[in-house]
Nanobody, 121 residues
Framework: QVQLVESGGGLVQPGGSLRLSCTAS????????MAWHRQAPGKQRELVAM???????DYIDSVKGRFTISRDNAKNTVYLQMNSLKPEDTAVYYC???????????????WGQGTQVTVSS
């Protein structure tokens, strides 16, 4: 089994910054893609940013230039640095990982439990 544990959410004023972290542990051979999704009240979950094992990154348009995703492959950890936060960034943020487990040819996706980010004055 694989577990994803997130940290770093909280309450911040508009224009402020937060850094989210997510560490994967358990039966891991390799992690292909790691990503952050978010879900605001009454809205569908959306992909915010993703990073491949090789370091290729992609973002949704609304966070480009403000958010930076990075990962430490040795630690099975992904980060999301969020700057210039806006009230519309308020949501529960979920970590995602596409994992190939040991002794398996398949890739399985896993989710973290979610961490609340609230941007408000």
């Amino acid at each position: 089994q694989v577990q994803l544990v997130e940290s770093g959410g909280g309450l911040v004023q508009p224009g402020g910054s937060l850094r989210l972290s997510c560490t994967a542990s358990g039966n891991i051979f390799t992690i292909n893609v790691m990503a952050w999704h978010r879900q605001a009240p009454g809205k569908q979950r959306e992909l915010v940013a993703m990073v491949t094992r090789g370091g290729s990154r992609d973002y949704i348009d609304s966070v480009k230039g403000r958010f930076t995703i990075s990962r430490d492959n040795a630690k099975n950890t992904v980060y999301l640095q969020m700057n210039s936060l806006k009230p519309e960034d308020t949501a529960v943020y979920y970590c995602y990982a596409a994992v190939r487990r040991r002794n398996s040819d398949y890739v399985t996706t896993y989710w973290g439990q979610g961490t609340q980010v609230t941007v408000s004055s």
